[in-house]
């Protein structure tokens, strides 16, 4: 009867961990962007190039994290500023420790269904930073340094 008991108790941790990523990150993530100087406006896109956000640096951004099963949403942020150079960077994901404690906890329900359609099973950074060069006098479209985004 113990026994019986201990793996009813078993299986619905296995159960409850399914999903771990999907639970425990959620199918989006705030991303904080900033910019040296502050004050850019910023654009961020999506995989397909549509438009999720436009604002001006500092700004958190919930974006999300799946692009469809087993897909990982990437995105594209544009920052522009009068008299600097624009400063472009890829904002890629990576897999999730949650999701790696689906393959360790043996939730396979989570691993191979819940987390890949859901996108939880991806994370960003948590912040995303631009440097902008500034431009040489006088001289459109040339900046002093290389514009970066970190």
Not at 13 to 23: E, T
Not at 102 to 115: A, H, Q, R, S, T
Request: glycine share 12%; net charge positive; proline share 5%.
């Amino acid at each position: 009867m113990i026994r019986l008991s201990q793996a009813a108790v078993a299986a619905a941790v296995v159960v409850c961990l399914s999903g771990c990523a999907s639970i425990f990150n959620g199918t989006t993530q705030a991303v904080a962007f900033s910019s040296a100087p502050q004050g850019a406006a910023m654009t961020i896109t999506n995989r397909a190039g549509e438009p999720v956000h436009t604002g001006t640096t500092p700004s958190t951004v919930t974006l999300k994290r799946g692009a469809g099963y087993f897909k990982s949403e990437a995105y594209t942020v544009t920052m522009k500023k009068e008299g600097f150079a624009d400063a472009s960077q890829q904002v890629d994901s990576q897999v999730s420790g949650w999701y790696v404690a689906n393959i360790m906890l043996g939730g396979l329900l989570g691993m191979l269904i819940v987390d890949p359609a859901s996108g939880g099973m991806y994370t960003f950074p948590d912040t995303v930073k631009g440097t902008l060069a500034p431009t040489v006098a006088g001289v459109v479209g040339t900046s002093a340094a290389p514009a970066t985004v970190k």
